[in-house]
């Protein structure tokens, strides 16, 4: 049994930084390792995922070039940088753990509760 635990979120104004951390419980090396974000009114969607060794990345063209994930297999943890903030960035962010490296959310077993991140204008 994994359980992720994110924290790292707040507020902030547009254009500035937040980095997002995710301590998992368990030995989660093996898993694929995502986040997702929910924002107001909307579907959960796909932000970025990270292979079980950290050499393959793959991320949401929203947020292409502004947000950087990274895993520490020696911590447990997976986190997520994120700079150039907007307010479309403003949602709950979720971390994820799994099997497949995917961009699915039904791949993914585990699930974190999720930290706020508000981006104002």
């Known amino acids: 049994q994994v359980q992720l635990v994110e924290s790292g979120g707040g507020l902030v104004q547009t254009g500035g930084s937040l980095r997002l951390s995710c301590a998992a419980s368990?030995?989660?090396?093996?898993?694929?390792m995502a986040w997702f974000r929910q924002a107001p009114g909307k579907e959960r969607e796909f932000v970025v995922t990270?292979?079980?060794?950290?050499?393959?990345?793959s991320y949401a063209d929203t947020v292409k070039g502004r947000f950087t994930v990274s895993r520490d297999n020696a911590k447990n943890a997976v986190y997520l940088q994120m700079n150039s903030l907007k307010p479309e960035d403003t949602a709950v962010y979720y971390c994820?753990?799994?099997?497949?490296?995917?961009?699915?959310?039904?791949?993914?077993?585990?699930w974190g509760q999720g930290t706020q991140v508000t981006v104002s204008s």
């Open positions: 994820a753990a799994g099997p497949t490296y995917s961009t699915l959310q039904f791949q993914y077993s585990y």
């Open positions: 368990g030995r989660t090396f093996s898993y694929v």
């Open positions: 990270i292979s079980s060794n950290g050499r393959s990345t």
